[in-house]
């Protein structure tokens, strides 16, 4: 059974710092990996989609990185902002048909003035 | 706003009610998911439905009943709940269920449900 460990649960920084949020999956067989990211009172937000093929995805201030044989992926915020606070998730599909995804707990960030 | 509007935003119920949660795309996608989130658990899948059909069902209890009736609109009928049925549920759509990234989920804002 595919689990996903997400570390640090909770993470606060200074505004401007560059951070790193890691991930880590149990079975290495995935399709893809997501990141997410979760505002209070709000859904989900896809960040970046890495297919299992690939090794990394960037998207504005955000890099996500993927090690599919050891199990890991990092997401990197570069320069955080008050308004990067928010809970991030990462995500594993385990089936071709992309429909089931695995989730880990998140990692609840906040990001000071 | 993500296009997926789930309603109502907050329901309590007692064990005994029966209750609907609703959710609506206007994205034109085929593909509509429930999702479960309890406190301090991962977001756990429930129910995929794709073109009206469902295509998973995450071994959910009978006291919930998904419904489907179009590619835009996906119900989730609750009856006899139990307190720990207490939790966030989300519903998602996407294009297809493939893996790729033109299929990726896009998520409403959740009903917030807690069983009395």
């Known amino acids: 059974k595919q689990e996903v460990t997400q570390i640090p649960a909770a993470l606060s920084v200074p505004e401007g710092e560059n951070l790193v949020l890691n991930c880590s999956f149990t079975?290495?067989?995935?399709?893809?990996l997501q990141w997410f990211r979760q505002d209070p009172g709000k859904g989900l937000t896809s960040l970046l989609l890495?297919?299992?093929?690939?090794r990394e995805q960037t998207s504005g201030r955000l890099n996500a990185s993927l090690d599919k044989s050891s199990g890991r992926s990092t997401l990197y915020i570069a320069a955080s902002q008050p308004g990067d606070s928010a809970t991030y998730l990462c995500a594993v599909s385990v089936t071709t048909s992309g429909s089931r995804l695995t989730f880990g707990e998140g990692t609840q960030l906040t990001v000071n003035p | 706003e993500t296009g997926v509007t789930q309603t109502p935003r907050h329901l309590v119920m007692g064990m005994t009610n029966k209750k609907s949660l609703k959710c609506e795309q206007h994205l034109g996608h085929n593909a509509m998911y429930w999702y479960k989130q309890s406190a301090k658990k991962p977001l756990e899948l429930m129910f995929v439905y794709n073109f009206k059909e469902q295509t998973e069902n995450n071994s959910v209890p009978s006291r919930f009943s998904p419904e489907c009736p179009n590619s835009s609109h996906l119900f989730l009928h609750l009856h006899t709940l139990q307190p720990e049925d207490s939790a966030l549920y989300l519903c998602a759509s996407s294009l297809g269920v493939g893996s790729g990234a033109k299929n990726i989920q896009y998520f409403g804002a959740g009903t917030r449900l807690s069983v009395l």
């Open positions: 079975d290495s067989a995935i399709y893809n």
């Open positions: 890495i297919q299992s093929s690939q």
